[in-house]
C-alpha cells in the first residue's frame, strides 16, 4: 500500500507565505516525478511545480519567481514554498508522485490541502 499525504494549507493575506509538504510512504522501490496540482472552484485541476528525481524543476508561468519546488529524497517527501501570494493562488492544492512498487511505476494523489489566501 502506498500513501501520499500533503500538509501546511492554511490562510494567509495576500503577500504572505506557506510551505506545504508531500509525504509518501508504503511499498515503495523508487519515486520519479512529483508534481503539485491545484484546483480552484469552478476550474479546471492545474500542474504548479513539478520536481524530477533527478533535481529538475518546473513551474506554471503564474508562479514562477513566488513558488519553490524542492525534495528530500531520502524522506520521500517534496515541499512547495510558496511567497508573495496572491489571492489568485486560492485553491486545493494536491500533490501527485510517480511511485513504482517494483513491478511498474503509477501516479497516487494526495487528498489535498486548502490554501486560502485573503486580500
Known amino acids: 500500500q502506498v500513501q501520499v499525504v500533503e500538509s501546511g494549507g492554511g490562510l494567509v493575506q495576500a503577500g504572505g507565505s506557506l510551505r506545504l509538504s508531500c509525504a509518501a510512504s508504503?511499498?515503495?522501490?523508487?519515486?520519479?516525478?512529483m508534481g503539485w496540482y491545484r484546483q480552484a472552484p469552478g476550474k479546471q485541476r492545474e500542474l504548479v511545480a513539478v520536481?524530477?528525481?533527478?533535481?529538475?524543476?518546473g513551474y506554471v508561468d503564474s508562479v514562477k519567481g513566488r513558488f519553490t519546488i524542492s525534495r528530500d529524497n531520502a524522506k520521500n517527501t517534496a515541499y512547495l514554498q510558496m511567497d508573495s501570494l496572491k489571492p489568485e493562488d486560492t485553491a486545493v492544492y494536491y500533490c501527485n508522485a510517480q511511485i513504482s512498487d517494483g513491478m511498474g511505476i503509477r501516479g497516487y494523489w494526495g487528498q489535498g490541502t486548502q490554501v486560502t489566501v485573503s486580500s
Open positions: 508504503g511499498s515503495i522501490f523508487s519515486i520519479d516525478d
Open positions: 520536481a524530477t528525481k533527478g533535481g529538475s524543476t
